[in-house]
Structures are given as structure tokens and as C-alpha cells.
T-cell receptor
Framework: AQSVSQHNHHVILSEAASLELGCNYS??????LFWYVQYPGQHLQLLLK??????LVKGIKGFEAEFIKSKFSFNLRKPSVQWSDTAEYFC?????????FGAGTRLAVHP | DGGITQSPKYLFRKEGQNVTLSCEQN?????MYWYRQDPGQGLRLIYY???????QKGDIAEGYSVSREKKESFPLTVTSAQKNPTAFYLC??????????????FGQGTRLTVV
């Protein structure tokens, strides 16, 4: 069955700390990979996406993600987080016919 | 401006009633989706549709029904058979390319409360 796993449900960091959020997927075919962010009280918005090519993808607000095909992973990273990065982050996998999401990771950044 | 419109934003339902949530898009996207968002569970797929007059069950379809009579519209009915319908419902659409679906565009959501 197709699935997306986000291993960290809650992450607490101090400002300027580095961030890495894990995402693994199970899907038997070519996939498109996405990270979305949901700030408190706001809609989901796209952070970055991978379709093909360079497996290191850069997105908005200094985020990047690396696709490692052999590990079925698409981890999200940011070298130095800010208080404004406090949000919930969702990994998503788009296959041939549907789009599925992970359970999300709540990130809290303390000043 | 192109986008997805969900209505209503808030909906209250009495137990035993069916309610229908509206979702309309003018992005000319082929695929449309309904998700349910609950705290700590992410977005769970209820139903999806790749083309008009065709749709498939997602992971939690029980107690829900949909129709796709027009490309622009994908309404979701929450039936009385849904045991725990209080939740936040999100509609989304994607364009379809040969290698699969592109990124999703989301509506603003409908918060359904059973009273």
C-alpha cells in the first residue's frame, strides 16, 4: 500500500539551530515529492517540490530537501531556523493517480 | 484569479443529518481530492477523482460520498453513517502530467461540527 511516514511528530528548536525533518515513502512507481507548510491559522502552502533531475531541491524561505531514491526518502532541511518557521510541515507523495500526505511534523522554534 | 473555492467555511450539523460540502475550481485541473485534517493525523485522503464521472475511494471513504459531474466541481457529502464527522475538510486539485500529479492547490477548508 502507498504510504508516507514522517518520523518526527513534534520538534522543538531554538533559533539558529539546524533543522532536518524526515520523510519516507512507500510507492511502487515514479513519484513526485512535495513539502508543504501550514502556519498557525493559515492554509497549506507549497515549500518545495521534486519531479526529476537534481535530487537536491531548493524551496522558499531557505528550505531545501534531498531525494534519496535508494532510501525512499525526501528529508527537509534548513541550516538556521527562525521563530517565524514555527508551523506544521507535511511531506506528500504524488504518484500516477493520487496524492497522499504524511501525518505532519509540528515545529516550535523558541527565541 | 484562478483558485479553489470551498463553501461554507463553517458548518454545523445535527446528528443523523447528511451535509454536502462544496468545492469548485477554475484552474482547469483534471484531478480533485478531498482530505480530512485532524490534529496529529495529517491529511487523510477521503476520495479522489482524476476525470469527470469517475472517482475512487481513498483511505477513509466510509460514511462519505462524492460526485464529479463537471470538471470544475467535486462536492463531498458527509452522511449520517460517518461516525466521527467533526473535522476540518480540505479540497485540493492538481494538474496531471505523464509522470503523475503536480503540486496541489488547496481551498480554504470547511470546518464541520456535529452538534
Amino acid at each position: 500500500a502507498q504510504s508516507v511516514s514522517q518520523h518526527n511528530h513534534h520538534v522543538i528548536l531554538s533559533e539558529a539551530a539546524s533543522l532536518e525533518l524526515g520523510c519516507n515513502y512507500s510507492y511502487g512507481g515514479t513519484v513526485n515529492l512535495f513539502w508543504y507548510v501550514q502556519y498557525p491559522g493559515q492554509h497549506l502552502q507549497l515549500l518545495l517540490k521534486y519531479f526529476s533531475g537534481d535530487p537536491l531541491v531548493k524551496g522558499i524561505k531557505g528550505f531545501e530537501a534531498e531525494f534519496i531514491k535508494s532510501k525512499f526518502s525526501f528529508n527537509l532541511r534548513k541550516p538556521s531556523v527562525q521563530w517565524s518557521d514555527t508551523a506544521e510541515y507535511f511531506c506528500a507523495v504524488g504518484g500516477y493517480n493520487k496524492l497522499i500526505f504524511g501525518a505532519g511534523t509540528r515545529l516550535a522554534v523558541h527565541p | 484569479d484562478g483558485g479553489i473555492t470551498q463553501s461554507p467555511k463553517y458548518l454545523f450539523r445535527k446528528e443523523g443529518q447528511n451535509v454536502t460540502l462544496s468545492c469548485e475550481q477554475n484552474l482547469n485541473h483534471d484531478a480533485m481530492y478531498w482530505y480530512r485534517q485532524d490534529p496529529g493525523q495529517g491529511l487523510r485522503l477521503i476520495y479522489y477523482s482524476q476525470i469527470v464521472n469517475d472517482f475512487q475511494k481513498g483511505d477513509i471513504a466510509e460514511g462519505y460520498s462524492v460526485s464529479r459531474e463537471k470538471k470544475e466541481s467535486f462536492p463531498l457529502t458527509v452522511t449520517s453513517a460517518q461516525k466521527n464527522p467533526t473535522a476540518f475538510y480540505l479540497c485540493a486539485s492538481t494538474r496531471w502530467e505523464r509522470r503523475g500529479n503536480t503540486e496541489a492547490f488547496f481551498g480554504q477548508g470547511t470546518r464541520l461540527t456535529v452538534v
